[in-house]
């Protein structure tokens, strides 16, 4: 027998109307931000993430899904924004259309240890607008995503804001915090001493006890951020505020990955524990579409995690199933006839089903129970000499003869 393999999930029909709800809701908001959806490959080359989030980001370093044939290395992508950004300067979108909003649904792929709400086929929800360096457009997104988190009936989560700055910035502020840090070395962590040389942010959101305290210590602010970086932040947090968009700024928020530049966001919820109590975030990436070949050009964008949004959300919204009508023929004649009744139904735009099975009455009645059908029609022999059916209507009980030329007209009045 065949299992499937650790981290990965079968969706099944029961769970899947709410992952469609989602998925509506989200499409919808998006469009309502002007959002055009995107499918870029599940697959790219290795070294567009080795560029984009750089050679020491974990996910580069230990959970990418690698694929050698011959020369080539290809990676299951471990995330959206590289092959997004890839697909606008491939398609030469800077030059025909120039600031670009998209928005994205579908797996991604990590080498994880599996553990709640983490595993190695996730499912994303993002966007990513390409092309502009205004606040206002922070704004826009971080209160795009409040808006979703809304509209899926999620509470109690916190929006953390934090400005990286530009990259003189982010260089000054990994000098500070080496100086910092430097007589701290011994108490670290163990990996904490990897980041200090190779991914020095890093330390900032370590999970470690000992390290947050020493973190802690620092008493960080905005000092690192130059005038224009500091302004533009100030900007984003009265957007917030005039939007009434509830966050927080934590100056220790540094996100893990090499692109990210100016503001960052991260969205926690207390339901999923201390290590990755994160619904999703995301952030600036000012150089990383120059960094992939493209124009200089300010871009931003998230990504939600589905199975964690499910996780969170007491109610979440589901999309309707189509009402199901339910055939039951009694006897050989009635089976053909029913056949050709539940093609004609279907032609009209009716979801209808029958059991191939010709099961008793009862039986078949409790098939019909357990597909939630909303009516059933019964045809027997008599219905069949008089070209009618027996309709049942499911939830109010009743039954009424019905003739067969009424019956589109009956089951969608
Ligand atoms: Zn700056
Ligand atoms: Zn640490």
New binding site residues.
Partial sequence: MFKKIPGTRDILPDHVSSWQGIEDVSRRLFSLYNYKEIRPPLIEEAGLFNRSLGDAAEIVQKQMFLIQKAEDVYALRPEGTASIVRAYVENNLDKTAGFEKFFYIGPMFRMERPQKGRLRQFHHIGCEAIGSRAPELDVEVISMADNLLRAFSIEGYTIVINSLGCAEDRKHFGGFLKDALNDHLPA??E??RV?YGRNILR?LD???E??KAIVNNLSLQNAHLCDVCRDDFEQVRNGLKVLGVNHEVSPCLVRGLDYYTGTVFEIKHPTLGPQQDALGAGGRYDNLVKELGGPETGAIGFALGVERLLLAAQNPPVRPAAKLVYIIPLGEDARQHGIILLHTLRKNNISADTDYESRSLKGAMRRANDLKACYVLIIGDDELKKNTVMCKDMAAGKQEEIPETGLVEYLTR
Avoid: E, T, V, Y
């Fill in positions: 670290l962590c990996d904490c980041r330390i370590c999970k470690n000992g390290c």
